[in-house]
């Protein structure tokens, strides 16, 4: 995938996918099936693993750093976002890694405790990661400046 352009849709998807599965694995355990529960939840993760690998090789490999373009009003809160997005992304592998194995374990009562704290931060990153995605690639033309700077 020599394609830079494809990466950030794809890493949005992802995210949002993600989001989808950790919503739907807390209504199965809130609705007792455990077997659903642990399904949405394993696949949450399997998206959170695809997503840093494809995010990991996207700035690695092309180097490419977006920067915001849009409206100077629009400054403030982007990068407010973005830097409570980064945080607390830098926390939820080993939130979720933590608390899957807490469950794996059937460590019920410290599951659930870090569950309380994992499942929220997890779903903000998950959709604060789709709202970055959008504020530069289509509320603002950040990502298509940068891509044509570098002749893509």
């Known amino acids: 995938m020599d394609d830079p352009t494809l990466f ?3 890493n949005a998807a992802l995210n949002g996918l ?4 950790l919503i739907l694995g807390m209504l199965k355990i809130k609705a007792g099936n455990e077997v659903a529960h642990k399904r949405f939840m394993f696949a949450a993760l399997a998206c ?8 990991l090789y996207y700035h ?9 373009q849009g409206a100077d009003w629009g400054r403030p809160p982007y990068l407010a976002l973005l830097l409570s997005h980064t945080v607390l992304a830098a926390l939820v592998p080993f939130l979720a890694l933590r608390t899957a194995y807490l469950g794996i374990q059937d460590r019920r009562s ?3 405790k870090w569950a309380k704290w994992t499942l ?7 959709a604060t990661g789709v709202l970055v995605y959008l504020v530069l690639y289509v509320f603002t033309d950040s990502g298509k400046l940068a891509f044509e700077a570098l002749g893509t």
């Open 48 to 55: 959170s693993v695809v997503f840093l690998s494809s995010y």
């Open 18 to 21: 993600a989001g989808l599965m």
């Open 8 to 10: 950030p849709p794809l």
């Open 120 to 126: 929220p931060i997890w779903l903000y990153v998950s």
């Open 60 to 68: 690695l490999h092309f180097g490419i750093s977006v920067k915001y």
């Open 110 to 112: 410290a599951h659930k």
